[in-house]
């Protein structure tokens, strides 16, 4: 019995301690509040479907040798924008290479009679558009299956939208995109085409949407991550307040908000430009820490 008792004791103790403990932590977090007085302002508020995206080619055409042989010139590289039947490079067949070779090697007059006798073969831009791969080189053997160059229309932006999101998403609207390497540097763009056809990335439904950009940056590149904040709600001129403000007045009015962007609230009715919020936050501090508080911890002798 006396064991029980002594048990009792101590657990009620500390208990105690516990309770006191905990109180003297709680005493003094609250060191008072900052008020802060703010005016409604007329500003412009916009509400986002964020997802990510890629930079690719809209239409990606490969440029292609008709017959087996050697690449003897290439006349452009990465990034020249080239128009419809301009030469971009000169390939001799598996024939006359051979032939030209032969000619080499009994002189320069032979072998200019066999170049102009044996025409090279040109390679020339089906469309209007950009070098976004031209890495084959002069001397290079090549076949019909390879792409000698790879030429772009034009360079979009293809999103992945979750499916609960692209109910909200319409042809044209308007989107900012963010490529990951340039982050600073916002490119306004609009919706091209949602495509009908789901995937499934991670166990979620995902539908592509190609984005047009306004203007084509010169650092675009195939391939680059981007981020791609669709426009779901726009408005301008409008009266906002501080998300977190809270509106007192002496007399009660209803006030009426619309959309929130997080930072800023729209005030339909109730509030007018010429009334002021009071901001109110509450200063924390932390808990003093004393030495020799903890019961369970001997103390030092002084």
């Known amino acids: 019995m006396r064991n029980k008792k002594m048990i009792s004791f101590f657990i009620a103790a500390v208990i105690i301690i516990a ?8 005493q003094g977090t609250v060191s008072g509040e900052i008020t802060q007085e703010i005016i409604p302002v007329i500003g412009s508020i916009k509400t986002f479907i964020s997802c990510t995206g890629t930079v690719l080619p809209k239409n990606r055409l ?5 017959v087996n042989g050697r690449i003897d010139r290439v006349l452009v590289q990465e990034g020249n924008e080239v128009k419809t039947g301009q030469i971009l490079a000169w390939m001799s067949s598996t024939e006359r290479a051979a032939l030209l070779d032969a000619a080499r090697g009994k ?4 072998l200019k009679y066999w170049e102009d006798a044996y025409k090279a073969i040109p390679l020339s831009a089906p469309i209007d558009g950009e070098v976004i791969v031209a890495t084959t080189q002069p001397g290079q053997t090549v076949t019909t299956a390879d792409a000698v160059i790879v030429l772009s229309d034009r360079l979009i932006v293809r999103a992945q939208v979750d499916e609960t999101d692209i109910g909200k998403i319409t042809p044209d609207r308007k989107a900012i995109i963010s490529l990951d390497a340039y ?25 592509k949407v190609d984005l047009l950009p306004e203007e084509i940056p010169p650092f675009f590149r195939s391939g680059m991550n ?4 669709f426009i779901e709600q726009s408005k301008e001129n409008t009266l906002l307040i501080p998300a977190d403000a809270d509106h007192k007045e002496k007399t009660k009015v ?17 509030i007018t430009a ?9 200063k924390y501090n932390l808990p003093k820490s004393t030495t020799g508080t903890n019961p369970f911890l001997p103390s030092r002798k002084r």
């Open 254 to 270: 209803p006030v009426t908000l619309g959309m929130s962007d997080d930072k800023n609230i729209e005030v339909l009715s109730g």
């Open 19 to 26: 309770a006191v403990l905990i109180a003297r932590a709680k």
């Open 274 to 282: 010429n009334d002021k919020i009071i901001l109110k936050t509450k």
């Open 183 to 207: 982050s600073d540097t916002k490119i306004k763009a609009s919706v091209e085409h949602i495509y009908y056809e789901s995937e499934t990335v991670n166990n979620v439904t995902m539908y």
């Open 62 to 66: 490969e440029v292609k040798p008709p």
């Open 107 to 110: 002189g320069e007059e032979t």
């Open 226 to 229: 981007a981020t791609v904040d």
